[in-house]
């Protein structure tokens, strides 16, 4: 059974789907670097910790379809790569922090959305379907924390 509980061949996108793993490798490293970096207040915090989790579970789902074709998955960095990959050196107050998950929540969200095209299994287009809207989620979420306004013109992502 595939993640959309169909059985699919999806060996001929396993590129992108250990591409999209790598992300959330990343996404969940800047979370829980900057959830442990005591800058965040309570509320924020469990907004991070609950995006963290998400992101986890973006994670399993992609390293076990990497499995069940057979392949190994993509292994994340280390957390010193990830600081320095990210910047996540240089933030020094929950603004930072916000300012930077929104950016790469929204890159998040664009590169699975412009993905979706390049992918030739129609399960897996729908589970990046799906993850493209959790992403949307947590960019709306966090862009409203920052005081961020709304795109004004449609087809903003992707």
């Avoid at 996108?13 to 999209?20: F, G, L, R």
């Avoid at 074709?69 to 320095?84: E, F, R």
């Avoid at 929950?94 to 929204?106: F, G």
Wanted: overall charge negative; hydrophobic content about 40%.
């Amino acid at each position: 059974m595939g993640i959309t509980g169909k059985t699919h061949d999806i060996s001929q996108d396993v590129e992108v789907i250990q591409s999209a793993l790598a992300g959330e490798h990343a996404g969940i490293a800047a979370y829980r670097i900057a959830g442990g970096s005591g800058l965040l207040v309570p509320d924020t915090l469990k907004v991070a910790l609950l995006f963290k989790s998400h992101h986890e579970g973006h994670r399993d789902a992609l390293a076990k379809l990497i499995s069940d074709i057979g392949a190994t998955p993509v292994a994340p960095k280390s957390d010193g790569d990830y600081v320095s990959e990210l910047k996540l050196g240089a933030l020094k107050s929950q603004a930072d922090i916000l300012s930077l998950a929104t950016k790469l929540e929204r890159g998040a969200a664009s590169g699975y959305i412009s993905q979706i095209s390049s992918i030739r299994d129609s399960g897996l287009s729908q589970l990046f379907a799906q993850i493209s809207a959790d992403e949307m989620i947590h960019w709306t979420t966090l862009n409203g924390m920052i005081g961020g306004s709304l795109p004004a013109e449609p087809f903003q992502f992707g």
